[in-house]
């Protein structure tokens, strides 16, 4: 209930931050642009042109999410092949895995069946999990993608409203230096994060995509031994 109240008080703090900054936002980054042609070639210059133009569309990408709070969440489910997605959110997580010095394992299940999801939404959650797990390991380390059929008792069925569907589990596991127990508590608490940068809205957002689809979320950490977070989603048939 008080995650609950948190995003909806987000949500209107988005609304009129949209309002209010986007117009001037467009206009500064129309005047960066007309500026950066009138410059011409001017390397030392363009530089300064294009961090402006970053840092408004960084900006611009804070708004979204603060937006994606407060917006109901329509889904279309469909049924995905899960390591599909999961390989695509790899491919494009190689280049920051290789520069952290991170190995990317998959210990994927081939028997699992397809689940039923919104894909656009669930590449969301998967493409945040691995770039957390990877932003964990500071010193480099493997990362493990796992799947298999959910044999935890909380989620191993659910009724979608045509009868009770089987649920699959998919892992994403770092070897960080894990996560506080206190701190655990609180990660899907919106505007909460361990991390010098950012607003701590990625995880509480995964949740609410996560209980969209009528399946669940857990975490479990050892201080120094790394952190696995586990999703549930129904199988498709």
């Given at each position: 209930?008080?995650?609950?109240?948190?995003?909806?008080?987000?949500?209107?703090?988005?609304?009129?931050?949209?309002?209010?900054?986007?117009?001037?936002?467009?206009?500064?980054?129309?005047?960066?642009?007309?500026?950066?042609?009138?410059?011409?070639?001017?390397?030392?210059?363009?530089?300064?042109?294009?961090?402006?133009?970053?840092?408004?569309?960084?900006?611009?990408?804070i708004l979204e999410m603060l937006l994606d709070?407060?917006?109901?969440?329509?889904?279309?489910?469909?049924?995905l092949n899960v390591h599909q997605l999961l390989?695509?959110?790899?491919?494009?997580?190689?280049?920051?895995?290789?520069?952290?010095?991170?190995?990317?394992?998959?210990?994927?299940?081939?028997?699992?069946?397809?689940?039923?999801?919104?894909?656009?939404?669930?590449?969301?959650?998967?493409?945040?999990?691995?770039?957390?797990?990877?932003?964990?390991?500071?010193?480099?380390?493997?990362?493990?993608?796992?799947?298999?059929?959910?044999?935890?008792?909380?989620?191993?069925?659910?009724?979608?409203?045509?009868?009770?569907?089987?649920?699959?589990?998919?892992?994403?596991?770092?070897e960080g230096q894990g996560i506080p127990e206190?701190?655990?508590?609180?990660?899907?608490?919106?505007?909460?994060?361990?991390?010098?940068?950012?607003?701590?809205?990625?995880?509480?957002?995964?949740?609410?995509?996560?209980?969209?689809?009528?399946?669940?979320?857990?975490?479990?950490?050892?201080?120094?031994?790394?952190?696995?977070?586990?999703?549930?989603?129904?199988?498709?048939?």
């Amino acid at each position: 209930m008080r995650r609950g109240e948190t995003l909806a008080a987000a949500g209107q703090i988005a609304i009129g931050l949209a309002h209010e900054i986007r117009n001037p936002l467009g206009a500064i980054r129309g005047a960066v642009q007309l500026m950066r042609r009138e410059l011409g070639d001017d390397a030392r210059l363009g530089e300064y042109t294009d961090v402006l133009l970053k840092e408004v569309d960084r900006v611009n990408r804070i708004l979204e999410m603060l937006l994606d709070i407060s917006r109901p969440v329509t889904l279309r489910p469909v049924p995905l092949n899960v390591h599909q997605l999961l390989e695509r959110v790899a491919l494009l997580s190689e280049e920051m895995a290789s520069r952290r010095r991170v190995q990317i394992v998959r210990r994927y299940d081939p028997s699992l069946p397809p689940i039923l999801a919104d894909e656009d939404r669930i590449l969301q959650v998967f493409h945040n999990l691995v770039r957390n797990a990877i932003e964990a390991m500071a010193d480099g380390g493997r990362l493990t993608l796992v799947t298999r059929p959910s044999m935890n008792p909380l989620f191993t069925k659910v009724d979608l409203g045509h009868g009770q569907r089987s649920m699959a589990e998919i892992q994403v596991i770092d070897e960080g230096q894990g996560i506080p127990e206190a701190t655990r508590d609180r990660l899907f608490t919106p505007f909460f994060t361990t991390k010098d940068k950012g607003l701590g809205l990625g995880l509480a957002l995964c949740h609410r995509i996560i209980e969209e689809h009528h399946g669940g979320i857990h975490i479990t950490s050892e201080p120094s031994r790394g952190t696995a977070v586990s999703c549930f989603l129904p199988i498709a048939r």
